[in-house]
């Protein structure tokens, strides 16, 4: 059976919301016209409370899949998440669509419109030809609960299937930051292939000597060095152990640095012109970050450099973001304070801030019986606050 991975669509992404649909749009279409299977390790959505026409986006979307003819089918269900469909269609929560426990999402909203078949705790099996593939997943948690969850749930292969766990973690070996984050050895041993969303750029590495793949993101969102690469999907071979990358068209990222040098604003300026120029003339309409670096000449700040002007100049040419964090620390802020107030790579300000929010709570010494994370889901819910602070009070005292 031939299996496509792809992740992280985020429909719904502010800043590039168009790119998230089309993108989105041709890797379902590419990985379902070449694969029996499709997985989809999380964040289908940019955020957990979409709005109608993001969910008539993702609508749109799955209810093309569901037209197809495919040929193989989910056959066997078991466990807590949605199943009203039998076509071949397999997705868990990620970590952007996590709400409060007991709360539905909008990926349960999918599932039970029978668009596609979560396996949040839960196992589906699918097959085709007399073959048999069991999916194991686990929706995207916080990080500090992913141990416990995994203790709990106990996952474990399914006899004589080709079997697969699907999650959705920040995983060490590939953001060693924090000791919350899970390592490869503590997953779940037995599986043949391993699949993981949450992280943006793509990962071909091992677990348990059987492959881990993590097909990055869809759509580009942080405007890191590391989503220079072309996004796609994976499509994995039962039969032979075999995959590959397949590239789909998404836009061209560029990160530019350009060194302050003890120049004037005005030599800035230009650079940065010639530069945007010089990506647009590839014939496409790129998105570029630059960076500038260092000193400005005796007399000037940064904020003599016109950015908003160059920007909007140049909007049809190339999506441009200009950043100016090296001169800002060469002008006297405090380098230590700024780089650990920054956001790692390829981790969401969400997940950022529930990693501040913990560190608080373990600094003031938290002590009541309620889960952090599921607090911090409440906090941060997209409601008015009144209706938060009310859930965030029953929670506490009821």
Excluded at 339 to 347: F, N, R, W
Aim: some cysteine.
């Amino acid at each position: 059976m031939k299996i496509a991975l792809l992740s992280d669509f985020h429909l719904g992404y502010g800043r590039f919301r168009e790119d998230a649909y089309k993108q989105a749009e041709e890797a379902l279409g590419k990985a379902a016209d070449l694969a029996d299977l499709l997985l989809i390790p999380g964040d289908i959505f940019d955020n957990r409370n979409p709005d109608p026409e993001i969910l008539a986006e993702a609508i749109t979307l799955f209810r093309n899949l569901s037209e197809r003819d495919w040929k193989a089918r989910v056959t066997e269900f078991e466990g807590a998440g949605r199943h009203f469909t039998s076509v071949p269609v397999v997705a868990i929560p990620g970590t952007h669509e996590r709400r409060a426990e007991g709360v539905e999402d909008p990926v349960d909203l999918l599932g039970l419109a029978g668009l596609l078949v979560d396996v949040s705790n839960a196992q589906a099996i699918v097959e085709k030809d007399g073959e048999r593939v069991a999916i194991r997943g686990i929706g995207g948690i916080a990080d500090d609960r992913f141990r416990e969850v995994l203790k709990k749930e106990a996952p474990r292969p399914a006899p004589g299937m080709f079997s697969i766990f699907l999650f959705h973690e920040s995983v060490y070996e590939f953001l060693p930051f924090s000791k919350d984050f899970i390592k490869t050895e503590e997953l779940p041993d037995g599986f043949d292939l391993y699949a993981c969303g949450h992280i943006h750029s793509r990962v071909e590495s091992k677990a348990h000597g059987k492959p881990f793949l993590i097909p990055g993101s869809t759509v580009l969102t942080q405007l890191k060095g590391g989503e220079q690469e072309r996004k796609g999907f994976y499509i994995f071979d039962t039969k032979t152990g075999a995959y590959s990358f397949n590239c789909i068209d998404s836009r061209r990222f560029v990160l530019v640095r350009i060194s302050a040098g003890g120049r004037a604003p005005s030599e800035i300026e230009r650079d940065i012109e010639e530069r945007i120029k010089a990506e647009a003339a590839r014939g496409d309409v790129p998105i570029l970050r630059i960076e500038i670096e260092g000193r400005l000449k005796e007399g000037y700040r940064n904020l003599d450099i016109n950015t908003p002007e160059l920007v909007e100049r140049y909007r049809k040419m190339a999506t441009v973001e200009i950043g100016k964090l090296g001169m800002e620390l060469e002008e006297g802020a405090d380098a230590g304070k700024v780089t650990k107030s920054l956001p790692v790579e390829s981790i969401s300000i969400k997940d950022y801030g529930l990693g501040i929010f913990m560190e608080k709570l373990k600094e003031s010494k938290y002590g009541l019986q309620k889960n952090p994370a599921e607090l911090f889901e409440m906090l941060s819910a997209d409601e008015k606050k009144d209706s938060v602070v009310g859930r965030v009070v029953d929670m506490l005292i009821g």
